[in-house]
């Protein structure tokens, strides 16, 4: 299989070409590096959020989207399928890289992570990425700078002009589109959290509802938490079977049940204050091969509508 990044980078080349299309804006900064907008200054759109999640999962995964209803509104929901769950989902895909250069504050995810393979999911995998290019979406309010470049540069071991990053606001229409794509991301986490060997878990696919787009981040951050946890359906087919599979699901938390902005206020928005239990899908069938299928969790339509103002 080629590096990680490099199949990341040539969807990077992919949406630059059709950045008219996508509605996108491409800024070329004077390192080289390139400043990809999916929705900071520019709105964001559905083509966009899918394929940045294509992006985030380094093309290991199929991206699609169907409407369906909640509480009798037609949503429209993102499907995720990939045969590759640990490089796409966890090697990738997942939100690991807190970015904090001068007044810049982002959340990093997609391949540039494995490049670094500083996190425990790497080893848990044994798999680090090679390459000349890097490839990390930031999730923030603020467009990279040259300061920012260069601290990924630095962590990464690329050249500044072979960096790469697409950048969005949670409160985008890009933003709820990514991040309704990490259903089957939190499952295979939370499994690998429990103890569960990722490369075990063969196949994964998922779906949950697009959060309408919020006025500001905090608001965006917990319509998008309550879809995945009252709305993200996930099948995953595993080779072993697990004593803890009831785990993987939000009713698992002690705090299921609450709207997250009631969650999220009651630390104050401090997340590292969280149990990282609450952040995983409604509901979860898991296929042993050769052997039996279990199902865990609920969807709460009841809450996704309070929550989407539906």
Do not use: C
Not at 52 to 80: C, K, M, S, Y
Not at 85 to 96: D, E, I, W
Request: aromatic content about 8%; hydrophobic content about 45%; charged content about 25%.
């Amino acid at each position: 299989m080629d590096p990680l990044n490099r199949m990341a980078t040539e969807l990077v080349d992919e949406a630059i070409d059709f950045a008219d299309e996508l509605a996108i804006a491409v800024q070329q900064l004077d390192s080289d590096a390139t400043v990809l907008d999916f929705g900071v200054h520019v709105p964001g759109g559905i083509e966009a959020g899918l394929m940045l999640a294509e992006i985030q999962t380094a093309g290991l995964a199929t991206l699609d989207t169907t409407l369906r209803e909640i509480e009798g509104a037609p949503r429209t929901h993102v499907e995720l399928s990939t045969d590759y769950p640990g490089l796409a989902l966890l090697g990738s895909q997942k939100a690991g890289w807190e970015l904090s250069v001068g007044d810049f504050e982002g959340l990093g995810s997609g391949p540039a992570r494995a490049l670094v393979a500083e996190e425990a999911a790497f080893d848990r995998l044994g798999y680090q990425d090679d390459f000349e290019f890097a490839v990390l979406a930031l999730e923030t309010e603020t467009l990279p700078d040259e300061a920012v470049v260069s601290e990924v540069a630095d962590r990464t071991g690329v050249p500044e002009s072979g960096v790469f990053l697409p950048t969005y606001a949670t409160a985008s229409l890009t933003g709820s589109v990514t991040s309704a794509a990490r259903a089957a991301e939190l499952a295979v986490f939370r499994l690998s959290e429990l103890g569960y060997d990722p490369l075990d878990v063969l196949s994964a696919s998922a779906s949950a509802p697009i959060a309408p787009v919020a006025d500001e981040e905090a608001t965006a951050m917990a319509r998008t938490t309550d879809a995945l946890a009252y709305g993200g359906q996930v099948h995953l087919v595993v080779s072993e079977s697990f004593d803890r599979f009831d785990e993987v699901v939000s009713t698992a938390s002690d705090a299921y049940g609450e709207p997250f902005e009631t969650i999220f206020e009651s630390v104050d928005w401090a997340f590292e204050d969280l149990s990282t239990e609450l952040f995983a899908p409604a509901q979860v069938t898991v296929d042993v091969v050769g052997g039996d299928t279990h199902v865990y969790g609920q969807q709460r339509e009841d809450l996704l509508a309070a929550s989407f103002d539906l």
